[in-house]
């Protein structure tokens, strides 16, 4: 398959059926993709930064880490990545999040507008919106303080992660529009599905 | 107010009035509450660890710092905290939980059984339990590895947090039962709210 391609500050939702493998891509390098999974047959269950950290007994993830469910089901499991950093911490920008950081800035409704709009056609609320898996936002926390800092990703042109679907998923997936979590710039992101 | 008893491993849920303050305390030292806190008006509102993560600009969060809802607005602001370790990266513990890191324990629903159970009269169902904030819980976080540890809280025989709502909440909170989380002890949690 083709990779597809997310144009920048916008966001996609499609179906990822177990045992096939999404592979996220950074096509120019420092871009972030918000990450969402729900159940497709149940959207009751959704990806969970907790359960995961729990598990994982770590925040940083990368190859051979599970990403988890709500009902402590593996829903993905990273399976290649290039880039090593990603974070889980911080939900999708929102209206609210340019208000906050960037009062100077035209409004925008971010990723979690995105993800709300396009998750929409498979039953999704944006109460249903969850933490989300941020591919490639680097987000380093100072362990003494529990300071965190947004910085520009580590990712260069062409890197990727490959996620291996555990079950039938709905996947919901951005290029971000927030400054910050990309160095100040918009890019695409480009993703493909392997069977 | 005389305070309130929850027992241990158990959980209890009640409405706190915007205004008021929620007084955690841990009457013996070394025991964890696990709060959760959504909008009277809509439970669809509900405590966000994301979003308090982003505004806040730190994981670990003391007096002054603000919990945030997943649509932004400000729930509580902890007022006072004679800790100064609390954890809001972790779901709360459940059956899942037990199976994982305590197979050789009696599985036990957990605070996440508890909470479901206490906040079942106010329409919530267990889909919408998100991370918790955990008052007490010490989870120190090595910020070059990401590495998580699950240590026994810092708390003494009395100690308590204050939380005031900063709009009208249903709470709920429990007394921990996972063994870890303790160090390896059960013990009850009391409460008291002040007008």
Not at 75 to 80: A, D, P, R, S, T
């Given at each position: 398959m083709e990779p597809q391609v997310i144009p920048e500050r916008s966001g996609t939702a499609f179906k990822l059926k177990k045992g096939q493998t999404l592979i996220v891509i950074?096509?120019?390098?420092?871009q972030v993709a918000d990450l969402l999974a729900f159940n497709?047959?149940?959207?009751?269950e959704v990806i969970s930064s907790g359960r995961t950290f729990d598990y994982a007994e770590r925040i940083y993830l990368s190859t051979g880490n599970k990403l988890y469910s709500?009902?402590?089901?593996?829903?993905?499991?990273?399976?290649?990545?290039?880039?090593g950093r990603h974070d889980f911490l911080l939900t999708p920008c929102s209206v609210d999040t340019f208000d906050h950081f960037y009062p100077d800035l035209p409004r925008h409704r971010g990723c979690f507008g995105n993800l709300a709009e396009a998750l929409a056609p498979y039953?999704?609320?944006?109460?249903?919106?969850?933490t989300a898996f941020n591919c490639f936002m680097n987000v380093p926390i100072?362990?003494?303080?529990?300071e965190l800092k947004v910085l520009p990703p580590i990712s260069k042109a062409g890197d990727h992660i490959a996620l291996r679907a555990e079950m039938d998923l709905i996947i919901g997936l951005t290029a971000c529009s927030a400054p910050d979590s990309n160095g100040g710039t918009f890019k695409p992101i480009h993703y493909r599905i392997e069977a």
């Open positions: 950074d096509p120019k390098g420092e497709a047959d149940d959207i009751d709500n009902r402590s089901n593996v829903m993905l499991e990273i399976v290649e990545d290039m880039v039953g999704v609320t944006p109460a249903q919106i969850p100072d362990g003494e303080t529990g």
